[in-house]
C-alpha cells in the first residue's frame, strides 16, 4: 500500500520489515522443530542478531513514537479508542520482545541448548502472533486514519521527531 502521508509510510515501510523479520524467525523454528540450529551458522547468526537489534531498538522506538505522539493527536480529535487498543498491546508486546532479544543474544553468545531452544520457540512463536496481529491491525485502521485526518504541518512536525530520534 502506498500513503501519501509520510508518517503513514514511514511506519508502513518498519512494518514491513518487521513482518519480513518474523517470517523469518517463524521459518527458523518451522525448520528446527526436533532440535536446535546451529547458531554457527551465519544465516542462523544473522537472525539471532537482527532480532535483538529490532527488538530491543527498532520495536520500542517505533511503540514509543506512536504513544507519545500518534495516539495523544488522535485522542485530542476525539479517535481515542484505536490509541489505547494499541498502547495495550504494546504493553503485552514490549515484554515479549524484550525476552526474546535477550533469548537471542544468549543463544549467539552459547548456542541453544534443549531447554534454550524450547524458550526461544515458543516465545518467539507467540512473538510472531501478537506482532503480526498488531501490525495487521496499523495496517488496516491506524494508518489509514492518519492518512485521512493528519495535516501537512502536523505531519512535518511530527516527522522531523521521529526521523530525529532514529
Known amino acids: 500500500m502506498n500513503f501519501t502521508n509520510r508518517i503513514s509510510q514511514t511506519l508502513h515501510e518498519e512494518h514491513r520489515a518487521t513482518v519480513a523479520l518474523m517470517e523469518r524467525l517463524e521459518q527458523l523454528i518451522a525448520r528446527h522443530r526436533h532440535g536446535s540450529p546451529d547458531t554457527g551458522d551465519r544465516i542462523v547468526l544473522q537472525l539471532l542478531f537482527d532480532l535483538a537489534t529490532a527488538m530491543e531498538g527498532e520495536i520500542q522506538r517505533h511503540f514509543a513514537f ?58 518467539g512463536q507467540e512473538l510472531c502472533e501478537r506482532l503480526q496481529g498488531h501490525v495487521q491491525k496499523e495496517e488496516m485502521v491506524l494508518l489509514p486514519l492518519i492518512e485521512e485526518i493528519m495535516d501537512e504541518d502536523t505531519e512535518a512536525h511530527l516527522l522531523q521527531d521521529y526521523l530525529q530520534t532514529a
Open 66 to 123: 506512536e504513544e507519545k505522539h500518534l495516539f495523544p493527536y488522535l485522542g485530542a480529535i476525539g479517535e481515542e479508542a484505536i490509541g489505547a487498543h494499541l498502547t495495550d498491546e504494546h504493553v503485552a508486546i514490549r515484554p515479549m520482545g524484550l525476552h526474546v532479544a535477550s533469548l537471542a543474544r544468549e543463544a549467539a553468545a552459547r548456542g541453544f541448548d534443549e531447554a534454550g531452544w524450547d524458550e526461544f520457540r515458543r516465545s
